[in-house]
């Protein structure tokens, strides 16, 4: 794996931040939501589950039911972590590639393919910017497909394109390419 991928993962990983349920009663109505069938089908599931009857779940969920022991607390805290952050997880990756994009930080060396006359040496420099939602998707569906690190370089550099260096197409009209190498630094984050 590539510096960009691994950290394009990292940020995958690190996107869930919201916590699980608060009580005992909508720890297991979430479980019983991620059971398929009827309610007693996955009241009995849950229950087999956590090692207790089907009618103390149905208590659980009712809040008949405040509190449970220990044991019996950390199973059902245990269950509803392993369901809980990769529904977060995918939730957040969903609104990153669709709505809101992906920050990103690199300090790397941009080179510029620009008209003849115009200064387009290297530079070393260090961004933090967010990508548009499209170069979200791109990143994700080219790490997903085993991209090289220097194809997901170039679509992190065609998202820095657009947004820093020609502004949305506002300044620079003529910057044709801006290619990103040499990152010593690159984090990104789902925020």
Known sequence: MGLIEDRLGEAADTA???PIPK????RVRFLLKQEPGTRAEAARAVAEKIGKSQRT??????NEIK???ADTTAVIEAEVK?????LVRA????DAITHKGIKVDVRGTFGFTSPRGTTNDPRHRRMTRRLDADTARKL????ATGASDSDLAQIVANGLRDDYFTDGGTR???LQQVELTGIDHIRFGMD
Not at 57 to 62: A, G, M, N, S, T
Not at 82 to 86: S, T, Y
Not at 140 to 143: N, V
Request: glycine share 4%; no cysteine.
């Open 16 to 18: 869930f931040s919201q």
């Open 172 to 174: 620079a009209q003529s």
């Open 140 to 143: 994700f569906e080219a790490k």
């Open 57 to 62: 779940v149905e208590r659980y969920r009712d």
């Open 82 to 86: 392993n369901l809980w952050q990769p």
């Open 23 to 26: 009580t005992l009663g909508a």
């Open 91 to 94: 939730r957040r990756l969903q």
């Open 67 to 69: 509190t449970a022991k």
